[in-house]
């Protein structure tokens, strides 16, 4: 797709968990991926695989979180500095996905492998994970919210839908009725100057957009 017809909005993240293995001069290296969308699921992701493998020799790990703004961090646990949570982070930078993180568990099979070998190793259990996992296409959005009568449902259904907000309206029903919806990132700013537009006229009778 050219650059120009790019969603500023979407990015990908991982469809679901993913697990890979590599054997390298008899060292077992195991791969796994979860979805994470914040560092309490990070925590809880590690805590799991460190007590499925008390036993291994380490436990590796780098996460990217995002994708506005993007948080990312990585650990060696243990191998020498920069050989493994590096490798790990730089394959999950390549990959093109946020809300991920790798953990690659390392079994010794009594061969050196060097610094070289280390960081050859840990990126490649990452890439082979990462290339494992199913991918999933998310937008960035903000949550609008819209009060109004009855009469202007048309004219505010229309606003939402030209503005790409418009795909999943929850509406709720009574003496007024209520509209919401996940409004695109870069195109809020439009969307809202015309919903304030709007109740300033008195077609709707208010609307907000809660940071979240």
Known sequence: MAEAERDPD????????AEAEERVKRSLFIARLE?????????AF??????AHRDATHNCWAYLLGPKPETAYCSDDGEPSGTAGRPILGAIKRCGMVNVM?????YFGGVKLGVRGLIEAYGLAA?????????AERRVTRPVEVRLPYPAIGT??????ECGAGDTLDWTYGTEACVRAPAPLSRSAALFAALEELRARGTIEAWSAPER
């Open 10 to 17: 979407a990015y990908l993240e991982p469809a679901g968990p």
């Open 35 to 43: 979805p994470c969308r914040d560092e309490a699921g990070c925590r």
């Open 46 to 51: 590690l805590g799991g695989v460190q007590a």
């Open 102 to 106: 790798v953990v690659v568990t390392r």
């Open 127 to 135: 890439d082979r994970v990462l290339a494992a996992a199913e991918r």
């Open 156 to 161: 505010v259904t229309r606003l939402l839908e």
